[in-house]
């Protein structure tokens, strides 16, 4: 397999080409805007739940369910055209560490630490918060800090709420949220009653640190993240749906199970009551360069985790990128080439079919740079890039979170 991985890596230049990875949830309505072919919404049946996000770079399965397939949610890479020869991107960081992701990546994680997502649904979802490391490491997981931002390509239409809330209003006690979850069995806890929202801005972001509770709108988002997923729902009723209380207790320990003191101390209180909270986690994007070939934006920034840039090389225009570090992309307008590969952004996949819009570029491939090509003469070429934290990643005001 070793061999198999470095020839694709080495032929294509540096850069893999990865087979869309479409994931279902058994929670929540699909907002629709995945670019899935309607007939395909139920492909894992419909006991799974509908198909309501598209994973990127990775190389952890998703927490979902004793159904859930060995290998849900990991990428694949193509090693050939049409993507019937393939391997985890998994296996290739496995085998070619840090000639794949660098040095200094794989000293400090060992892996590829993060991946991304499309997160589509109809509806706001319900209040949850993600553990925090030590937390989640009492369950054998990861904590999982994340980030968001709302591409206007992919957003042609709202949903039925799009706002998002964010921690709890600054007077809220911790006595009132721990009474909301003694009632998660006996009524409607409407929790988001002591929470905040904001309405969802196009072509911006936040930040959301592991430990925040959130209840994130309807809009299609852009989300990258650490290597985890791994959560607790507070609240019990959301969008007419109800949920059991074994989404507010599936990652306790065993002993920890209805133990409300307990599942109150996942949350991050400082953060949640931040009274300026928009000033402190909000995240619009900051220009990095803008010149007659491209613009590029930071829209991930300011933690120590994650990090993602979005890049619109400009119509008949060709650019050659240059990057500090291993990243993953995903096209989201506009058709060209991306290194020696054919790219286009889908109008309509089927579930299974190739694509050539998502791609995994080596260390080595991005500090030498990506020469991209955008073959529109009207229309742009737009990018999104996530990948760790770098030397180079923007702080706010309040450092990195």
Known sequence: MKDKILETLQSNGGI???IPVFVPRRFGKPGKRLRLHPDDAYAYGTKRGAVKERWFSSVIRCMNGEDAKEDEGLSYVAANEDGSERFTLKEAVD??????IGKELYQKFGTWPMYSKFFDYEDALFHHLHLG?????????LGKPESYFFPIQYNNYPGN?????FGF???TTPEQVKERLRDFEERDNRITELSRAYRVELESGWYTPAGVIHAPGSYLTYEPQWNSDVNSVYENVASGEVYPKSFLNENCPADKADDIDYI???LDWEKNVEPNYKKRFSRPPIVICDNEQYTEKWI??????IAAKQLTIKPGQTAVIRDDTAYGCILVQGYGKFGDYKCSTPSLLRFGQMSEDEYFVSYDRASKGVKIENHSSYEPLVILKHFPTTKDTPKNEYGDE
């Not at 085998?95 to 794949?100: P, R, S």
């Not at 490391?133 to 997981?141: C, L, N, Q, Y």
């Not at 709420?161 to 809330?165: D, E, F, G, N």
């Open 16 to 18: 893999f080409r990865l």
């Open 95 to 100: 085998e070619l560490k840090d000639k794949l």
């Open 133 to 141: 490391f030590e937390d989640a490491a009492r369950v054998g997981r």
């Open 161 to 165: 709420c799009p706002y998002t809330y």
């Open 169 to 171: 209003d600054p007077d």
């Open 264 to 266: 109150f101390s996942l």
């Open 300 to 305: 991930a920034y300011g933690n120590n985790y």
